[in-house]
């Protein structure tokens, strides 16, 4: 594919920029967004209207709602991520060998970077703005439900490129080739350098099976919040319902909660009402169905679901150690959060949680690349190679070796 070819002669225009020029490409995007959002949000109510002609269902077309105030917030986010250290040069480590020679470890660009995605316009933006500023060039496969969206986008994004001085084709999208081009970017060995998925379980799991580039694992976010024994009545409650409500159609809102059964009789009823009071509703064990009224039986089904929308989970369970042993079960690797006083059992759950991010006593919200300082995410990854947890910048660097000698030959 000739958008293939492209991309990987854009690459090598991007990874010559210093970091002022890729600053001030970025800088020219998050303006033209902003001079463009009324082409933006008119393209995007188109999606918009044929997402709920077709039934995608609320969660989706939340992520794939774009308004005013959300382009304005991605225009900030690429300033945000221009702002960020380029870690491009930087030393990751290095030693000077007994014969004099100085070895060093820095980052470098992968080169082409590649995505794909559904519903999430936002993404297209993300994506790029990280992947220009760790000096890569983007090719993006954003699916048919922000098709609209994705063309204005993509082109407001090309054209500033353009008006800054980079190749236009440093940002491309394959939406217009269908499931063709999503099947050139997972199997463009020699072009792709890394392929990152986001999206449904059905659609990671696809990419991750059909693929013959490298991939960087998403996840999906069956997220549990364990309420310990100590946990603040205030506490517990804010967060859960923080963590749920706050925007529940995305990875990091939680999705079940677990109750200390000492805690149970203090937390269960206050907290299934406060969230009920939010349009939630708590799909709960025995235990919980008789503390709180108006609470649905739950099923094996629901430790396992991640609804991504007003819905939750909710089990009593005998201690930590039952906890612990139900995350095992049920977690898919995203992120876990305890309330609790008890600081031992706050390192507990921080040392034997194995997800991407743990947390005490905090809102698992806070997973988010943005909230953690890094403008903006590729996406969150489960896996346990090179990259988990957020990926912001260092996550789309690989590095190389610099040898510097004074003649030396090998003995």
Not at 108 to 119: C, K, L, N, Q, T
Request: aromatic residues 4%; hydrophobic residues 45%.
């Amino acid at each position: 594919m000739a958008r293939l070819h492209a991309a990987k002669n854009a690459s090598r225009d991007v990874a010559r920029l210093t970091s002022a020029a890729k600053a001030d490409a970025l800088h020219a995007i998050a303006d033209a967004l902003e001079a463009a959002a009324g082409r933006i949000v008119e393209a995007n109510a188109a999606d918009l209207a044929r997402g709920a002609a077709e039934g995608i269902g609320d969660s989706l077309l939340d992520r794939l709602r774009l308004t005013p105030e959300r382009v304005g917030a991605l225009a900030a986010a690429v300033r945000d991520v221009a702002a960020l250290p380029d870690p491009v040069g930087q030393v990751v480590g290095g030693h000077r060998l007994p014969n004099g020679v100085a070895l060093e470890q820095v980052r470098v660009p992968f080169g082409v970077v590649a995505a794909i995605y559904e519903a999430r316009p936002n993404v297209t933006v993300d994506i790029a703005a990280l992947a220009l500023r760790s000096g890569n060039a983007v090719l993006l496969r954003g699916g048919s439900a922000a098709r609209d969206s994705n063309i204005v986008l993509v082109q407001v994004m090309r054209d500033a490129l353009v008006a800054a001085g980079v190749p236009a084709d440093a940002v491309q999208s394959v939406d217009d080739f269908g499931r063709t081009g999503a099947r050139a970017l997972m199997t463009g060995r020699g072009f792709i350098d890394v392929l990152v998925p986001r999206g449904s379980a059905q659609l990671i799991a696809a990419v991750v099976t059909e693929s013959t580039v490298p991939v960087i694992e998403t996840g999906a976010g069956n997220v549990h919040v364990f309420l310990d024994e100590s946990a603040p009545q205030d506490w517990a409650r804010d967060i859960v319902v923080n963590a749920k409500v706050q925007r529940p159609s995305v990875c990091n809102a939680a999705e079940t909660v677990l109750v200390h059964r000492a805690a149970a009789d203090r937390l269960v009823g206050d907290i299934v009402r406060a969230l009920q009071a939010e349009g939630v509703t708590v799909h709960g064990d025995e235990a919980t169905v008789a503390r709180a009224d108006e609470v649905v039986a739950a099923t094996e089904a629901d430790w396992q679901t991640e609804y991504l929308g007003l819905d939750i989970a909710m089990r009593v369970v005998e201690d930590l150690d039952a906890a612990l042993e139900h995350i095992r079960t049920y977690s898919t690797g995203h992120t876990e959060s305890i309330i609790t006083t008890d600081s031992r059992n706050a390192d507990r759950f921080l040392a034997e949680v194995d997800s991407a991010v743990v947390m005490v006593n905090a809102s698992t919200r806070f997973t988010d690349g943005g909230e953690f300082g890094f403008g903006a995410e590729v996406g969150i990854s489960t896996q346990k190679l090179h990259a988990r947890g957020p990926m912001g910048l260092s996550e789309l660097t690989s590095t190389k070796w610099l040898a510097r000698g004074s003649g030396q030959v090998r003995a």
